[in-house]
């Protein structure tokens, strides 16, 4: 199987709470990213945890992570339609020299 | 303000042909990457380089070339031996990572969309 597994699509209300999901397979995973595409951009840094953290909040997001179950989330508050992209999850590993190893990204559409 | 600009935004690369990709950054960071995304997928690591005039190879380095003279520069070659370049190609730095643990996190440019013609 893949080393980093996302849902491909989400769809949302603009107002109501989303919710992406990540799952990794490596344990020596010592980071784990968030970021956000939008249309023909970049990748924007949203948050990262430590992988001994199960929690970390900022402003409207918040991140979840279970390390027995190797699964993370990114919770976004009052989704907004400005928040519609693809969201990548990324992993790094010991000793990886900060290589990232990226999921295939969530598109998130968010409907008014 | 820092950041990482690539240009051009889109390149046409012609059969047989190499062409460069620029990316340049002004964060003062030691460490650069570069990255390929196909629709649908992922970013697949290509070259990367922790320190001036030194690069590794990633997953993806057949048919790329990289070169690291300057700390602020990491031009990205797509030579002819590419078969398949149509990508967008995306650049990032971070401050040097630690031997074991990976901290710092990446900042990425915009990105190049080549083409072939």
């Known amino acids: 199987g893949e080393d980093v597994e996302q849902s491909l699509f989400l769809s949302v209300r603009e107002g109501d709470s989303s919710v992406i999901n990540c799952t990794y397979t490596?344990?020596?995973?010592?980071?784990l990213y968030w970021y956000k595409q939008e249309p023909g951009a970049g990748l924007q840094l949203l948050t990262y945890?430590?992988?001994?953290?199960d929690m970390k909040q900022d402003q409207r997001l918040t991140v979840l992570l279970n390390k027995k179950d190797k699964h993370l989330s990114l919770r976004i508050a009052d989704t907004q339609t400005g928040d519609s992209a693809i969201y990548f999850c990324?992993?790094?590993?010991?000793?990886?020299?900060?290589?990232?190893?990226f999921g295939k990204g969530t598109k998130l559409s968010v409907k008014p | 303000d820092g950041g990482i600009t690539q240009s051009p935004k889109y390149l046409f690369r012609k059969e047989g042909q190499n062409v460069t990709l620029s990316c340049e950054q002004n964060l003062n960071h030691d460490a650069m990457y570069w990255y390929r995304q196909d629709p649908g997928q992922g970013l697949r690591l290509i070259y990367y380089s922790q320190i001036v005039n030194d690069f590794q190879k990633g997953d993806i380095a057949e048919g790329y070339s990289v070169s690291r003279e300057k700390k602020e520069s990491f031009p990205l070659t797509v030579t002819s031996a590419q078969k398949n370049p149509t990508a967008f190609y995306l650049c990032a730095s971070s401050i040097r990572q630690g031997r074991r643990y990976s901290n710092q996190p990446q900042h990425f440019g915009d990105g190049t969309r080549l083409s072939i013609l």
């Open positions: 990324a992993e790094t590993r010991l000793g990886s020299q900060g290589n990232l190893i």
């Open positions: 490596d344990s020596s995973s010592t980071y």
């Open positions: 945890i430590f992988s001994n953290m």
